[in-house]
């Protein structure tokens, strides 16, 4: 009757189709954590499903379903199918079905269904799908065979706390939540699915895909909104890809990688090596920029980062991603910079020798690479990009030393350029986007007085020398001791040069060039 329960005893069954029609509560041995046996349900025949539950208020637990086809049986078999509301199908072993272990589907949509703590395996492949709304999947065990573990389709859910192997976890609508999972794709290639708005992914552990970790697309009927934090990323090819097809359509793509130290990810062995076409974020038809700050990449350098990053630099069409600043990883030798780019007008460079007229000087950035380099003339940031070609700077980066913020100026997106002017001696931080080294001869410098220099304590300034002195002289100048780092890009090889005060050992910045360009820390409490 209505509101009863049915304790099924240890035993070995064999069912036909039950049909479960009223509300009520069956419960096996396995409910509960005392030793009193297991109760096995094998599929006995009648149609594919082992349980049908067809009433609202139905709690099934505590079984052990064996989903074996029995002799001659030619349909597929599938544990627990569902078409009521309020329904909870909990602590049960879910094996040997030769398509899904549970699957909560009906027209209306089905509500409130909790779907927790079972085992699946050896089904299909596949695992657990649910077309719900207001439900949820919580802390169940699925190898599903390199098929889909875990379906959430549906408004108001969450997938949280489960641990899946050889499976895919696919969450779609509006309002969702992906929480606490430990996802290994193995044979289903990526881990985790999402389209819906808005879809949050946070605290998850994602690894052992050779396609994607996240991937990223529009729903049916609406775009994706995705916020991304506190997950980390272990031997996965692409951990991210957002992808538009159409963005045409108004069903866009929106994401927040990050945003704050509190909700880094971290990504480990993950997007390929430098220069292949594997890519720790990807975007694929986006165009709306992306925050993605404060993320541990598992790199120590901008410059390898932005190999990592497929985005606006590497085609105007897409949608630019902002990963500055980011985390170093502990495998650093020291601290690394962020962008590297250079002070704002205001705070020129340091004291150096009165200029003296100099040869006709000429700055180089390699095919797909970057350089620090001081600018010598006075003009806009259109200008100096102008200078080393048509189209190829895709970006570049300027430091403002009081504010210890980025500026920029963006090929083609004066919305995200926020590079006024650019003064004598501004050190400025450029991509070369194309596919051919990228020239520029500077412009003879004007005669200027003595300049000087503020970094404020314990912060970053990116500046142009216009001496010829060693690396200590030029860290002596800003007062004994406060220099502890600093850093000089080599364009030609792609890796930065450093000098740390007091360990010669690790330092390779001897003599340092007029116009050369360094990155350097005041660590001390003062300017």
Known sequence: MSGDTIRVCEGDYTENTLTINVSVTITGPGATTA?????????????????????????????????????????????????????????????????????????????????????????????????????????????????????????????????????????????????????????????????????????????????????????????????IGRNTFTQVRIPICLADWDPSDGLAVTATIGGSPAEANTFVDSGGTLGDLSYLVEMDGPTAGVNAEHNNWGLCTAAEIEQEIYHQVDDPAQGLVDFEPFIAPGSCSAPTPTPTPTPTPGLTPEPTPDLTPTPTRAVTIPAQGWANFAWTGASSAQEVVDCFGEDKIAVMYRLNAETQAFERWVRGREELSTMGDVAQFDALLALNGSGESATCEMPDPSPVSPRTLIIPANSWANFAWTGFTSAQEVADCFGEGKIAVMYRLDAGSQSFQRWIGGREDLSNVEDVARFDVLLAVNASGEP
């Open 35 to 227: 030793d009193d046996g297991v109760a096995i349900v094998h599929h006995g025949g009648g149609s594919s499903a082992l349980i049908d539950i067809r009433a609202d208020g139905v709690t099934l637990e505590g079984l052990d379903l064996d989903l074996t086809p029995p002799s001659g049986f030619t349909a597929d078999t599938l544990g627990i199918a569902s078409a009521a509301n309020y329904v909870t199908i909990q602590d049960n072993e879910i094996h040997n079905a030769t398509s899904l272990a549970v699957s909560a589907h009906w027209t209306p949509t089905p509500t409130n269904v909790s779907i927790l703590r079972n085992n699946v395996h050896d089904n299909g492949p596949g695992g657990i799908a649910c077309y719900c709304d207001d439900s949820g999947l919580w802390s169940n065990t699925v190898d599903a065979g390199g098929g889909t573990a875990l379906s959430l389709n549906g408004d108001r859910g969450t997938i949280g706390g489960n641990v899946v192997t050889n499976g895919l976890v696919i969450a779609a609508g509006n309002d969702l939540v992906v929480q606490d999972n430990q996802i290994s794709a193995g044979t289903a290639n990526s881990t985790l699915s999402v389209s819906g708005n808005p879809v949050t992914v946070t605290n998850n552990n994602l690894s052992d895909a050779i396609s994607y970790g996240i991937d990223a697309s529009p729903g049916m009927v609406s775009g994706t909104s995705l916020t």
